[in-house]
Nanobody, 117 residues
Framework: QVQLVESGGGLVQAGGSLRLSCAAS???????MHWYRQPPGNERELVTT???????NYADSVKGRFTISRENAKNTVYLQMNSLKPEDTAVYSC????????????WGQGTQVTVSS
């Protein structure tokens, strides 16, 4: 069992940056961590993944703009989002599991990111 709490969302103008954090209630050193997002009126989609060993993968729509990282000593995963676009507007949620190809069991409550044009 692990509780995940996201923070760092907000309103930003197009071209701006935000850094999201996902703080876990216990060590996540062995977990695969994902960031998902759900745009308004759309289904949830995978944004990026980081494995326990630090390998990363990104959706084509965010490659070159977003960076996922993990700080195991702080039980925290980050999502640095640069060059934000209005289409990045969504609720961003952190997810923890043990697979790099499917969502894990544990979800955070989500944080809203709104990008204005």
């Amino acid at each position: 069992q692990v509780q995940l709490v996201e923070s760092g969302g907000g309103l930003v103008q197009a071209g701006g940056s935000l850094r999201l954090s996902c703080a876990a209630s216990r060590s996540i050193i062995f977990n695969v961590m994902h960031w998902y997002r759900q745009p308004p009126g759309n289904e949830r989609e995978l944004v990026t993944t980081i494995t326990a060993g630090g390998l990363t993968n990104y959706a084509d729509s965010v490659k070159g703009r977003f960076t996922i990282s993990r700080e195991n000593a702080k039980n925290t995963v980050y999502l640095q989002m640069n060059s934000l676009k209005p289409e990045d507007t969504a609720v961003y949620s952190c997810n923890a599991g043990y697979s790099s190809i499917r969502a894990g069991t544990w979800w955070g409550q989500g944080t809203q990111v709104t990008v204005s044009s």
